[in-house]
């Protein structure tokens, strides 16, 4: 009888195999290098084409989910200025990155002043939106006639885009600090509030009466069950609407401001210098990226905490 042939690797075979795993990576690094250089190219197609096959090459190496993520930023900064550098896009069009850091650089001293107010107004303007939302949902949660009051007009001011209020807040209040405020207060209190009630509304009612039963005080009930499990809740609340508020603040410059990165940006576009729009836009959406990761990083790491994580 002949015995079959053992499906184990011999030490030759698995010394083979490995081999060609090297080669392949070697080849995969040396084609990433090819690419990379080709991208440079003074001829547009190749270097986009290059460009995509480069894209195409990364995502068969990276594995990383997070990596990826990173890497699609810079990838999409880096398609931008291969196309701005052949201009296939009119530069007064579509200023390249580099253009566009040389302005916040060149400029950082006129810059600087107006992001400064903008946020000012941002920070001041979302904390007492964090206290309003907060205190509105207590409310709500307290006396059910009052939710039924107020939550319909609540849904109103989430619905009514901010760009169509702020004029008329500008016209109550001023061109002072006050609508600014305002304006910010009305753009991000709305996700607060519902999730400040929402996480009233599911505190587990088994845990309050376990307290209830050994004769636990009222503020010790809301310190060791509503209050932790609610914090949860308010901080999502917070992560959402963050990006929203150094929007509302820069609606509120658009209409009317003696400072503030709204102000520097519509004059730039009224001088068709598209070049400092760019960098005016890009600077708020990298600080609003950072208010909502700063609120992401706080979410998530409560939760571990609460988790028993460390």
């Known amino acids: 009888m002949v015995q079959g042939r053992n499906p184990a690797y011999t030490l030759p075979e698995c010394g083979r195999f490995l081999n060609l795993k090297k080669i392949r990576k070697i080849v995969e690094v040396a084609l990433l290098g090819c690419f990379s250089i080709l991208t440079f190219s003074k001829s547009s197609i190749i270097s986009i084409v290059s460009f995509f096959l480069l894209v195409l090459l990364l995502v068969q190496l990276v594995k990383n989910s997070k990596i990826l993520k ?18 296939l896009i009119p530069s007064y069009i579509l200023p390249s990155p580099v253009q566009i850091v040389h302005i916040i650089l060149t400029q950082s001293h006129i810059i600087l002043p107006h992001l400064l107010a ?44 901010t760009i169509a209020i702020a004029p008329l807040i500008i016209l109550w209040f ?18 607060i509030t ?41 901080i999502t609340g917070i992560e959402i609407s ?54 992401t990083i706080l979410r998530q790491k409560f939760t571990r905490y609460l988790g028993g994580e460390k």
């Open 118 to 161: 903008t946020l000012e107004i941002t920070f001041i303007g979302f904390f007492l939106s964090i206290l309003f939302g907060v205190l509105l949902a207590l409310l709500m949660h307290v006396a059910k006639p009052i939710e039924d009051l107020i939550y319909p007009i609540a849904v109103i001011t989430q619905s009514t885009p």
């Open 70 to 87: 990173s890497l699609s930023f810079l990838l999409f900064l880096y398609l931008w200025q291969i196309v701005s550098s052949h201009k």
């Open 194 to 234: 519902v999730n400040t009630l929402l996480g009233l509304r599911t505190v587990d009612p088994d845990m309050v009466d376990v307290l209830k039963a050994i004769s636990a005080k009222k503020s010790d009930i809301f310190r060791y069950v509503i209050f932790p499990h609610t914090l949860t809740y308010i």
């Open 242 to 295: 963050s990006p929203y508020a150094i929007l509302g603040t820069l609606t509120a410059e658009w209409m009317g401001t003696t400072i503030g990165m709204g102000l520097y940006i519509r004059r730039s576009f009224s001088s068709f210098q598209l070049d400092q729009v760019f960098a005016g836009t890009i600077i708020i959406i990298l600080f609003s990226l950072l208010m909502w990761g700063s609120a």
């Open 174 to 191: 001023g061109f002072g600090t006050l609508p600014k405020i305002v304006v910010v207060i009305w753009a991000t209190f709305f996700p």
